[in-house]
């Protein structure tokens, strides 16, 4: 029988030697951590101080200044009065409610994190539409950062950071970048061949073309892109308050623990206004700023 | 005579994995199909040699496949040949640098295409000086020489549309006028007005030519309409299946064609509106110098035909017919009046009148029109006969056997 055991039993490896294997790679990590954790961790700082500085000026500023500037950013962005009203009326209630200190942190982090990623996606979006070799490479890389929980990724970004605002943020940056990535990529090789060849003809250099053809005509993709990363940094507002990050997932994540409902709920809807907020916005400036494909089909 | 503008040498292009490998098959006359099923690779041009002179308009025709599109971006080098080589004024186009290339299309060439290529997201006037933004000259200056070539091809008004706002041949004429701002030596035309309706691209057409009159540019333009191709060109190369089948004016394609492929396109062209007088009538004969009539009539007994035309200080002055020359001498015995006042005057035709313009001017005359220039120079004349030879087809020697006319 001992010969075919491995048919009913799956040849696993011996339990020793998992163990080993565990134990070694979390030594190697941790050293690997004690060692360059301070380094690295001083590498951020510069973030942290923005991040630190930024919260802090949404955070003194007067309440009415605050709403004021929003207002003002959305009606700008959208050119829309309704939108405009609804976000007064939404920061409003969230301030009656008593949630006004933790959206303020929440919108911090989101800004940042909205800006740490386009100014990181965008270039290696297009990269990869330029290479087919570093889409090939990418392309998995982003399907783990989709698909890998969280917990697991927050588990080394602790290890090595610590607890607080940046593996907070590095931890949102993981999860909510793919598709800024994914959607420049998509976006510039979708760019019409006949437009890129007529630009080639008239004598414009690569530069010349990512910036006058590329990037203008990739930019529906782009802004879905950038509308989907907020999207999914919003979402992960909750799991990033595991790791000390403050703002409206820490109530959401108390609510749980201590069955909070109207807390839990409440919060949330905050959460889901921000949403709504940032997408109407970064939606309608899209639009506006493609007005040129109006009357493409009507003929 | 002077170094042509563009010459082309011996250029082949082979589509495919690794094309030079396949080279030695193609210089050994292997076909198309054999290349393409023994190793996959397709031969899209092969031995292409043309000279293109300064200030001619150029065709290049052929059906789809012909390999028209792709023989045309070796000119700017949007494609590489595979092997061969391109001189443009003096310049070995193979040899440029990147920069060197950038350079070139920026200054030297520049392209209209079949579907415009216009930039959706630039408004007109910016599409229009798109090269010239290119070229980094200030916006200030090159706003104003794309409004200059907005209005020049009739589109005053429209610079702050959108492309997608303007009509197919409206969009087309903004192609036209964003390669024409770049002040380019040579205009390259990709089948540009193929994808307007009839009544359009004939417009495009005229206007075209209007601004090549004034403009005297070199102009390479495709197309696969072979009337398109007979109005425009100066020359014409027609290629089939990458190959050259022939490059000639218009008139020798027509009356000459080099081998079946050309003879069965130009078959149902209407010749009576492409050819012009100049190229088929017949050389001058039967002058008469003379100031005397008896002299004269003296020349014309001697000929076959009873007519002749009257010169005068080497000038045409009209036609005299034997039987009014002799009517004249039996009335008057003393001394007549000089030849070339009893000469009639008849109709003639200017040398590049087209032949259908001729029909009633050949057909009312009893004998063969003078063909004169502008300048009164007598350069031959154009019968009946003639007219009907043309125009059925018989461009074969004057000593047709009548079997082959009847067949």
């Known amino acids: ?299 | 005579m002077a170094e042509p503008l563009i010459r082309i040498k011996n250029l082949y292009k082979v589509f495919g994995e690794s094309p030079r490998s396949v080279m030695p098959m193609v210089r050994a006359g292997r076909t198309k199909a054999d290349i393409l099923a023994e190793t996959g690779h397709t031969v899209g041009l092969k031995d292409i040699n043309m000279d293109i002179e300064k200030g001619s308009i150029f065709v290049i025709m052929g059906l789809s496949g012909s390999g028209k599109s792709t023989l045309i971006r070796h000119f700017n080098r949007l494609i590489d040949p595979t092997e061969g080589s391109i001189y443009i004024d003096g310049i070995d186009v193979m040899g440029l640098t990147q920069k060197e290339l950038e350079n070139f299309r920026r200054t030297k060439v520049s392209m209209v295409f079949q579907r415009f290529g216009l930039m959706p997201h630039r408004t007109v006037l910016e599409n229009v000086a798109y090269g010239l933004a290119v070229r980094k000259v200030p916006k200030a200056e090159r706003d104003m020489k794309a409004r200059e070539w907005l209005s020049r091809v009739d589109l005053d008004g429209y610079e702050a549309q959108y492309p997608s706002q303007l009509s197919g041949g409206q969009q087309q004429r903004v192609g036209l006028a964003r390669a024409l701002c770049t002040d380019p030596e040579i205009l390259l035309m990709d089948e540009a007005f193929s994808a307007l309706d009839p009544l359009i691209r004939s417009g495009m057409q005229d206007q075209l030519i209007e601004l090549q009159g004034k403009l005297k540019r070199t102009i390479v333009f495709i197309t696969h309409d072979l009337d398109e191709a007979l109005r425009l060109g100066d020359k014409i190369a027609i290629l089939k299946d990458g190959v050259v089948s022939q490059i000639g004016r218009p008139e020798e394609i027509i009356l000459n064609p080099a081998d079946d492929y050309v003879e069965a396109f130009v078959r149902d062209v209407n010749r009576a509106r492409v050819l012009s007088v100049d190229v088929v009538m017949q050389p001058a004969h039967h002058r008469l110098t003379t100031e005397n009539i008896d002299e004269a009539l003296r020349q014309m007994r001697g000929w076959t035909e009873d007519y002749g035309y009257v010169f005068h200080d080497d000038e045409y002055r009209g036609v005299v017919t034997q039987e009014a020359l002799e009517e004249a001498c039996e009335k008057s015995a003393g001394p007549t009046a000089p030849l070339h006042e009893m000469a009639e005057d008849g109709p003639t035709l200017e040398p590049d009148t087209v032949l259908q313009d001729a029909f009633s001017a050949t057909l009312d005359s009893d004998y063969p029109v003078p063909v004169v220039s502008e300048d009164g120079e007598f350069q031959g004349t154009f019968s009946k006969e003639d007219m009907a030879k043309v125009l059925a087809h018989d461009n074969a020697e004057p000593s047709d056997s009548p079997t082959r006319t009847a067949a």
Not at chain 1, 245 to 262: D, E, R
């Open chain 1, 1 to 299: 029988m001992a010969n075919t055991s491995w048919f009913s039993e799956f040849p696993e490896m011996e339990r020793a030697t998992l163990v080993a294997l565990r134990k070694g790679l979390d030594g190697a990590y941790r050293d690997f951590s004690r060692s360059y954790g301070e380094a690295i961790e001083n590498f951020f700082d510069p973030l942290l101080y923005f991040l630190v500085w930024f919260e802090k000026l949404l955070l003194n500023t007067p309440w009415l200044i605050v709403l004021l500037v929003l207002v003002a950013l959305t009606y700008g962005a959208s050119r829309s009065i309704k939108l405009s009203v609804g976000v007064a009326v939404s920061f409003l209630l969230i301030g009656y409610f008593g949630m006004w200190e933790n959206t303020m942190r929440t919108l911090s982090i989101i800004t940042v994190a909205t800006f740490l990623s386009i100014t990181i996606g965008l270039p290696i979006g297009v990269m990869m539409a330029r290479s087919d070799r570093a889409q090939n490479i990418v392309t998995p890389v982003l399907d783990i950062m989709q698909t890998m929980p969280a917990f697991v990724y927050l588990i080394p970004v602790v290890m090595l950071l610590g607890i607080g605002k940046v593996p907070g943020i590095i931890a949102v940056l993981i999860y909510a970048i793919p598709p800024v990535i994914r959607l420049t990529n998509l976006g510039i090789r979708l760019v019409d061949r006949d437009v890129l060849e007529a630009a080639t003809a008239f004598g414009a250099n690569p530069m010349q073309r990512l910036f006058s053809v590329q990037l203008p005509l990739a930019l529906p993709n782009i802004m879905a892109g950038i509308n989907q990363t907020i999207m999914m940094a919003l979402a992960m507002v909750v799991i990033a308050s595991m790791i000390g990050v403050k703002g409206l997932g820490q109530p959401v994540l108390k609510s749980i623990t201590n069955q909070y409902f109207t807390m839990g709920l409440l919060n949330g809807l905050a959460i889901v206004v921000i949403a709504i907020m940032f997408d109407r916005v970064s939606q309608a400036y899209a639009a506006r700023t493609q007005k040129h494909l109006e009357g493409m089909n009507g003929g």
